[in-house]
T-cell receptor, first 113, second 117 residues
Framework: DAGVIQSPRHEVTEMGQEVTLRCKPISGHDYLFWYRQTMMRGLELLIYFNNNVPIDDSGMPEDRFSAKMPNASFSTLKIQPSEPRDSAVYFC???????????FGQGTRLTVV | DQQVKQNSPSLSVQEGRISILNCDYTNSMFDYFLWYKKYPAEGPTFLISISSIKDKNEDGRFTVFLNKSAKHLSLHIVPSQPGDSAVYFCAASDGNAGGTSYGKLTFGQGTILTVHP
C-alpha cells in the first residue's frame, strides 16, 4: 500500500482565497483524521471521521474550516476564506482501530500571505 | 488547555549515550500512550506504545516508562544514534470515554532530539 496520500505537498495562497487540501487514506482503514501542526500548539486534531461520517469536529477552529469525506477513499479539508494565521502543516491520518496507531500522510504545508 | 505536555522543546545528546524524552499529562482517564517520531518534511510515524496496565514497554533500543501516579511517561533511547535525530511526539488516549472522545489521540507539542556524532 502506498500509505496515506496528501495533496498538494505545498500550497501558497493569498489571504481571502479558498484552499482545498486532499487526502486518500489507506485502503481498509475506517477512521480518518485531520491534524494541524504549529510551533506553539504542536499537533492538534481538527476533525475525524468514522466510516465516512464526521464524529468530532470540535477541533475545527472556525466556521471558515470545513471537511468532507464523500467516500472511503477520499477526504477534503477546505478553508474559505483563508487567513495568514492558518499557515501551518496540515496532516491527514488514517487507522483501522481508532485508538491504535494512526498512519500519517506527508502533510501539506500551507502558507497564506 | 494542554492535556499532554512535553516541557522540553529540544534535547541534544552525544551519539552512544542515552536520550530521555519526557511527557506529562493531566487527564487521569488516559489509559493508552504512544510515541511518534517525525522527520522533516514527513508525517509522524508510530514508534512505541504502552497501556496503562503496564509500567514499561521495550522495543529494541526504545523503552517507554509509565508512572501513573505522577501522570508521567518517558521514552528512553539507548544507545542514541544520529539517525534518531527527529521531533518526538507523545500522545494519549482515553479508551473509556464516551461519545466523541472515545479513543481520540491528544498530542503534546513535541521535542526536537538532536544526536551528535
Amino acid at each position: 500500500d502506498a500509505g496515506v496520500i496528501q495533496s498538494p505537498r505545498h500550497e501558497v495562497t493569498e489571504m481571502g482565497q479558498e484552499v482545498t487540501l486532499r487526502c486518500k487514506p489507506i485502503s481498509g482503514h475506517d477512521y480518518l483524521f485531520w491534524y494541524r501542526q504549529t510551533m506553539m500548539r504542536g499537533l492538534e486534531l481538527l476533525i475525524y471521521f468514522n466510516n465516512n461520517v464526521p464524529i468530532d469536529d470540535s477541533g475545527m477552529p472556525e466556521d471558515r474550516f470545513s471537511a468532507k469525506m464523500p467516500n472511503a477513499s477520499f477526504s477534503t479539508l477546505k478553508i474559505q476564506p483563508s487567513e495568514p494565521r492558518d499557515s501551518a502543516v496540515y496532516f491527514c491520518a488514517s487507522s483501522f482501530l481508532l485508538r491504535f496507531r494512526a498512519f500519517f500522510g506527508q502533510g501539506t504545508r500551507l502558507t497564506v500571505v | 488547555d494542554q492535556q499532554v505536555k512535553q516541557n522540553s522543546p529540544s534535547l541534544s545528546v552525544q551519539e552512544g549515550r542515552i536520550s530521555i524524552l519526557n511527557c506529562d499529562y493531566t487527564n487521569s482517564m488516559f489509559d493508552y500512550f504512544l510515541w511518534y517520531k517525525k522527520y522533516p518534511a514527513e508525517g509522524p510515524t508510530f514508534l512505541i506504545s504502552i497501556s496503562s496496565i503496564k509500567d514499561k514497554n521495550e522495543d529494541g533500543r526504545f523503552t517507554v516508562f509509565l508512572n501513573k501516579s505522577a501522570k508521567h511517561l518517558s521514552l528512553h533511547i539507548v544507545p542514541s544514534q544520529p539517525g534518531d535525530s527527529a521531533v518526538y511526539f507523545c500522545a494519549a488516549s482515553d479508551g473509556n470515554a464516551g461519545g466523541t472522545s472515545y479513543g481520540k489521540l491528544t498530542f503534546g507539542q513535541g521535542t526536537i532530539l538532536t544526536v551528535h556524532p
